[in-house]
């Protein structure tokens, strides 16, 4: 079985899904580096977006294992009215900044169906 991540597919139908209620999504390897990108406003820069969040994964990770338990599939961070979701996937970060009156578990649905499977 061949699991295949389509960067395209998963930028599309988050952004077809969730519309205006996103602010930026990007894809990115767990080094930091941008794979695809959609940002909705002008003023964020995203390599610096990315840098940042793929640390603070990193340290979570860290964190996590250091207190023995497993390495964190995704974290949320929740600030005034948004969420920063993180989620690792197949050696991929996908880093969202979103409202935080969408449903996570939405999210989650989407990038699931997003993701190939093939025998």
Do not use: C, W
């Amino acid at each position: 079985m061949t699991v295949l991540f389509d960067s395209e597919s998963i930028l599309n139908n988050l952004i077809n899904e969730f519309g205006p209620s996103i602010f930026f999504v990007l894809i990115a390897s767990l080094n930091g580096s941008v794979i695809k990108s959609y940002i909705n406003e002008d003023e964020f820069n995203k390599a610096s977006i990315s840098l940042n969040l793929s640390q603070l994964y990193e340290l979570a990770e860290e964190t996590t294992e250091s207190i023995g338990l497993h390495s964190p599939d995704f974290n949320i961070i929740h600030s005034d009215n948004y969420y920063i979701l993180t989620i690792k996937l197949l050696d991929r970060l996908i880093i969202l900044l979103t409202v935080d009156q969408i449903k996570v578990e939405d999210v989650f649905s989407t990038i699931n169906k997003s993701v190939n499977v093939e025998s």
